[in-house]
């Protein structure tokens, strides 16, 4: 399925709002597109505060070079947060126990625990889609789709 096609309710993942940051990056102009995605009316976009958390290490670490100041990295982060037609979703109690609950199922351990933070997150709020990079993170848990905007 094209990201095109999509519709209802979709999550982004941290790595597309770092590439939208990233301007030098050769993913930027299409993870700018799936944050566009929000302006359309048979589109309901969502992020967490998860994402939001994750996007500062990846921003001011090694990975991202030149690395991003401290400020800069904020200043990127609170400017998502403020997006109009992006909705922040906060994590609760009620999530975290749902994430441990498909922890355990799935043998999960480790950094991978975030993950399913994300995937109960979206189940809790009736979020089918994902647009990851990583989809291989979120395979084969029901009630989760994660498409690759990058086509990769």
């Known amino acids: 399925m094209r990201v095109e096609e999509l519709i209802g309710r979709i999550l982004l993942d941290t790595n597309v709002l770092i590439y939208a940051t990233l301007v030098g990056d050769p993913r930027h102009a299409k993870a700018r597109e799936m944050l566009a995605q929000r302006n359309r009316p ?9 994402n939001l958390a994750e996007m500062y290490p990846n921003l001011t670490g090694p990975k991202n070079q030149p690395s991003d100041s401290p400020e ?3 200043e990127k982060i609170r400017s ?3 997006l109009r037609g992006l909705t ?3 994590l609760t109690l009620e999530t ?3 994430a441990l609950d498909l922890c355990v199922t799935e ?7 975030f993950d399913r933070q994300l995937a109960a997150l979206m189940i809790r709020e009736h ?8 989809v291989k993170d979120f395979a084969g848990i029901e ?3 994660p498409i690759n905007p990058f086509g990769v």
């Open 143 to 145: 009630g989760v789709t």
């Open 72 to 74: 800069l990295a904020r």
């Open 88 to 90: 922040v979703l906060p």
């Open 107 to 113: 043998r999960v351990a480790r950094q991978a625990y």
């Open 127 to 134: 979020i089918p889609f994902i647009l990851t990079e990583n």
């Open 96 to 98: 975290v126990q749902l």
């Open 42 to 50: 048979d589109v309901e976009l969502f992020i967490s505060v998860q």
């Open 80 to 82: 998502i947060a403020r």
